[in-house]
């Protein structure tokens, strides 16, 4: 029995809620933008590494987050009396590192879901939603240095997530725009979320958590009255993007361009280097992902890049587990 469990990519923040939003996404030509993690049993424990960006990722196993989600959801199976068993586990890496797409979430995501289809269907155990929503906050907190589940909670969830201060609950559903597209064009180059945090200031104005608090709430308001036009007027960073935006070469003409030509929003992804933007016309997406791909993305000495640009709607499923091959 193999269980392969596919976890899509996602827009941390979405510019308006820093740490508090984020958007689980899908090309529209139906590349899977993602990891995927398949789980089989055997003799011992086993970890292999494999896709575009595998080269990206520490050699040792011990190093590796899927080998960590790994460790701990034995941990957590021992906590409630049961015996794991042995498995080879496979990591398709089809997300780059320090992307600001969500990568170690994908990862997180879909290794500890891939464990739980496999052990559901040995008629073991599995755990439920809330448990599992926990751990993957629990193991991608190990990658970005603190707890937040903005990337996690799209990835399983799909959809828009809004995180809530209640730890039993932790995030909810927010309606969203479906004839909205997201061009997420990704440089090609490495931001990590540790570099990106330490750019931040330690303390805020008045005016700017005024402006942050204004402009959330106005966001979900708008979001529940499926109001396009008030929703995308105030998806704008006051937290991250006014000192993130010097690490993201290119991205403040990419912005000014996007912006005159029309688009409804433009943002950094996560901690970047990613960017988003927003329009409600196939067209005009097409058009912003040709510009981003002659513009934004970086060519290597070898005259190559490692970005790419893709456009994609709202991912409403999460993680979902694959047909068998």
Request: hydrophobic share 40%.
């Amino acid at each position: 029995m193999k269980v392969s469990v596919f976890a899509p990519a996602s827009i941390g923040n979405v510019s308006v809620g820093f740490d508090v939003l984020g958007l689980a996404v899908k090309p529209i030509d139906n590349t899977l933008l993602g990891d995927v993690v398949s789980v089989e049993q055997s003799d011992e424990d086993q970890l292999a590494v494999v896709g575009r960006f595998a080269g990206k990722l520490p050699k040792e196993k011990e190093q590796n987050i899927v080998w960590q989600c790994l460790l701990r959801f034995n941990q957590a199976l021992l906590e409630r009396g049961l015996e794991p068993v042995s498995v080879a586990i496979t990591l398709d890496k089809k997300m780059p590192v320090g992307s600001g797409l969500g990568s170690s979430a994908c990862s997180v995501v879909a290794a500890l879901e891939a464990l739980n289809c496999f052990y559901q269907k040995l008629g073991v155990h599995h755990f439920d939603q809330a448990n599992m929503l926990r751990l993957m906050g629990e193991l991608e907190a190990q990658i970005s240095g603190s707890l937040h589940y903005d990337n996690v909670a799209p990835c399983y969830f799909g959809g828009l997530q809004l995180m809530i201060p209640d730890e039993q609950v932790i995030t909810r559903s927010l309606p969203t725009f479906d004839d909205c597209y997201y061009v997420m064009a990704y440089p090609g180059i490495e931001v990590s979320t540790k570099a990106a945090r330490e750019v931040l200031p330690s303390e805020y104005s008045r005016a700017d958590l005024i402006q942050f608090g204004q402009n959330l709430a106005t966001f979900v308001d708008a979001c529940h009255r499926q109001d396009k036009v008030i929703a995308h007027q105030v998806i704008k960073d006051v937290v991250a993007e006014p000192y993130r935006n010097k690490l993201l070469p290119g991205f403040i003409d990419a912005c000014n361009y996007l912006q005159s030509q029309g688009a409804l929003a433009v943002g950094i992804s996560g901690s970047g280097p990613t960017l988003f933007c927003i329009t409600d016309e196939l067209e005009k997406a097409q058009e912003f992902a040709k510009w981003l791909n002659d513009n934004y993305l970086k060519v290597n000495t070898d005259g190559c890049t490692e970005g790419f640009v893709h456009v994609c709607q709202v991912d409403k499923q999460g993680a979902i587990e694959l047909p068998s091959s």
